[in-house]
């Protein structure tokens, strides 16, 4: 174990100063988006995420001057993030969406009443999390791995599990690297990847289809939804869908399943009130996304009213989460929390 690990751990001694403390800064930096992506599918919140990762970097710029370069200062800094992770998960239920938490509802059941924002895996963007000048492949390969149902999935598993999956099956490191990370063995490392698999597999929370990128097909698919929900055409939205499509609906635990209960929500009379909305393109946990405006009550302007985060696959829509809670995920888009054209 480098030495400065403990020291950091226990962030003992005091800060480097003046030129000192700029080189740290600027050595660190560099980390701070590759390790809010792995922060993020470790805790599910891009706010979590946030905290974990200035806490990891403030911890790793107090002991900086006493690395001794025993391991990469790359895996230097994910080991001091995997311990805060573990720190934050202490003790805390996981986070979920709201196919985790029951059936699926009939589209008149209404939707009750919302569940804290501790409760759900939120929305991240995909600037946060995918470095500046990421190649094509790589860029990619971030994009699909904080889906929403990914990220969702990788909760159900215990903490450790967790980030022996993430660094192994996400990132590719070697088993050496991540028991030497851990403080563990191989063979313990390649146990618990087999049991994050089983997991996974036995309660079916694999991740929907690859979606690495988006074709022509889908983006023609996307323009298609995008002009039948500015018109509001419900006939034109649910053609969209395919016909086990999902809708999910954070902060509330409803959700929909199939494209013919879709339209019937739809065209009930709540849901009908989006008709007029207006919507701002986001691109959101590797997925393409909307923020919809929906119509003021006295029509005199549009207000933020969800974020959408639209999965297409094979020609069609697989799912829709609408993220309803806009004060908390706006400002993630630094979006305004009115139609800017009002």
């Known amino acids: 174990m480098d030495a400065a690990v403990d020291l950091v751990e226990g962030a003992v001694g005091a800060p480097a100063e003046g030129a000192a403390a700029d ?15 792995y922060c993020y599918r470790m805790l599910g919140s891009p ?25 990469t200062l790359r895996s230097w800094l994910y080991r001091i993030a995997t311990n805060v992770c573990f720190d934050h998960l202490e003790g805390r239920n996981k986070r ?18 919302p569940l804290p924002e501790s409760t759900w895996v939120l929305p991240v ?39 022996v999956l ?16 851990l403080d563990t063995t191989v063979a313990a490392v390649n146990s618990a990847l087999q049991r994050a698999r089983a997991t996974l597999a036995e309660a079916d929370l694999e991740p929907s289809a690859d979606l690495s990128g988006l074709d022509d097909e889908h983006r023609a698919l996307l323009d298609r939804y995008e002009d039948a929900f500015l018109r509001y055409d419900i006939e034109a939205l649910v053609a969209l869908l395919h016909e086990d499509a999902t809708l999910t609906m954070p902060p509330f635990a409803f959700w929909l399943q199939g494209a013919d209960e879709a339209g019937r929500f739809w ?19 590797g997925l393409p996304g909307y923020a919809q405006y929906k119509p003021s009550a006295d029509g005199t302007r549009h207000e933020a009213w969800c974020l959408q985060v ?23 888009f630094d979006l305004p929390l009115v139609w800017p054209g009002d």
């Open 23 to 37: 080189d740290a800064s600027a050595r660190l930096e560099p980390y701070r988006r590759e390790l809010t992506a």
């Open 47 to 71: 706010f979590e995420a946030d905290d974990a990762v200035q806490e990891a970097l403030t911890r790793a710029w107090k002991a900086i001057d006493r690395f001794e370069g025993r391991s």
């Open 96 to 113: 979920a969406l709201p196919i985790d938490l029951g059936p699926a509802n009939r589209f008149d059941q209404g939707i009750g009443a």
């Open 125 to 163: 963007p995909d600037a946060r999390v995918v470095p500046d000048g990421a190649d094509p492949a790589e860029a990619a390969m971030v994009r699909d791995s904080v889906r929403l149902a990914f990220v969702a999935a990788l909760q159900h598993l215990p903490p450790r599990q967790r980030s």
């Open 166 to 181: 993430i660094l192994r099956e996400v990132l590719r490191w070697e088993a050496t690297e991540v028991a030497a990370l």
């Open 267 to 285: 065209a009930s009379p709540e849901p009908s009130k989006c008709a007029g909305s207006r919507l701002t393109p986001v691109e959101v946990n």
């Open 310 to 332: 639209v999965e297409p696959e094979g020609g069609r829509i697989r799912r829709i989460d609408y993220f309803l809670d806009t004060p908390t995920v706006f400002p993630l």
